[in-house]
């Protein structure tokens, strides 16, 4: 049973707020982001960044989706996948500065080729 980052006392995983001290136990905080103007297929197409700020490690992600406009009121998910802090942190660097050296860049490749 996980326990409150504020007060300590035991919480349900599923808990948005903790019932003793009501402070937040899962913050998610999502952005969206249009497609390349230039890049006429992926007209329609987005992608959500979400990003989970929860007490638990594994709460603590960021998810990326690509949605895909269906209709002028609806879209749907095409993939989505998760990533944990230390990979969003890596990301963030590589989209910051680019031309900088990625650490376990081969390692990550070498993993995805094989697995
Ligand atoms: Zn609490």
């Not at 680019?98 to 860049?105: D, G, K, Q």
Request: overall charge negative.
């Amino acid at each position: 049973m996980p326990e409150c980052a504020s007060c300590g006392r035991s919480i349900d995983p599923r808990w948005r707020y903790c019932p003793w001290c009501a402070t937040p136990q899962r913050i998610k905080l999502v952005e969206f982001f249009r497609p390349h103007p230039l890049i006429e297929s992926e007209a329609g197409k987005g992608l959500r960044v979400s990003r989970y700020l929860g007490a638990a490690d594994q709460e603590r992600q960021v998810r990326f989706s690509v949605w895909r406009e269906v209709s002028s009121s609806s879209a749907e998910a095409e993939s989505a996948v998760s990533i944990d802090e230390a990979e969003a942190e890596r990301l963030a660097r590589f989209l910051v500065h680019p031309a900088a050296p990625v650490e376990n860049e081969d390692e990550d490749e070498a993993t995805l080729a094989n697995g």
